[in-house]
T-cell receptor
């Protein structure tokens, strides 16, 4: 079974600075999707960014970008120009591509604080 | 607004009781997932339904059950409740596709407190 590990329970960043959240995963599959979800205090799960494993180019969404290292099974999230509204729990998630509509497998999350 | 509707938003009940959580997926979505998030924990997959049929099962207790109805809404039934069942229960949905490249959309969750 696939597993997702987020080794940083908590991180903090100064407003306007850049922060990188780490995620590693374990799988024997070659095709899959990786995601970062944001969960603010409202507890809503918000999709931040996703990466298709067969694409070498790293995904980017405005101030959010990923560093996808397939061989190392690493998928980090970089937040540039951090804003107070970025403060939240961030979850890394894996989804298999090899057996239809499979559920997401989540890491335990990283709590990000943004300091004004 | 993700388009996934969950009711009730908050629920407080006593140990030993039974509750039903309801989920209406996004219009057109055939696949429904249920997740449990305990305090300060990640999301644990419970069960998935596709077009009325159970598709995958995760860490779902025997005291819990779910179903998806012909109109595609889903219900999660939690019985013989224990204090440890207190959690945020998410429903999520996605379109059916032969490849899982579609986004999974989450509802706002149902907060269950067992006292």
């Amino acid at each position: 079974a696939q597993t997702v590990t987020q080794s940083q329970p908590e991180m903090s960043v100064q407003e306007a600075e850049t922060v990188t959240l780490s995620c590693t995963y374990d799988t024997s599959e070659s095709d899959y999707y990786l995601f970062w979800y944001k969960q603010p205090p409202s507890r809503q799960m918000i999709l931040v960014i996703r990466q298709e494993a067969y694409k070498q180019q790293n995904a980017t969404e405005n101030r959010f970008s990923v560093n996808f290292q397939k061989a190392a099974k690493s998928f980090s999230l970089k937040i540039s120009d951090s804003q107070l509204g970025d403060a939240a729990m961030y979850f890394c998630a894996y989804r298999s591509l090899e057996s239809g509509n499979t559920p997401l497998v989540f890491g335990k999350g990283t709590r990000l604080s943004v300091i004004a | 607004d993700s388009g996934v509707t969950q009711t009730p938003k908050h629920l407080i009940t006593a140990t030993g009781q039974r509750v039903t959580l309801r989920c209406s997926p996004r219009s057109g979505d055939l696949s429904v997932y249920w997740y449990q998030q305990s305090l300060d924990q990640g999301l644990q997959f419970l069960i998935q339904y596709y077009n009325g049929e159970e598709r995958a099962k995760g860490n779902i207790l025997e005291r819990f059950s779910a179903q998806q109805f012909p109109d595609l809404h889903s219900e999660l039934n939690l019985s013989s409740l224990e204090l440890g069942d207190s959690a945020l229960y998410f429903c999520a949905s996605t379109e059916m596709d032969h490849l899982p490249r579609n986004t999974i959309y989450f509802g706002e969750g149902s907060w269950l407190t067992v006292v």
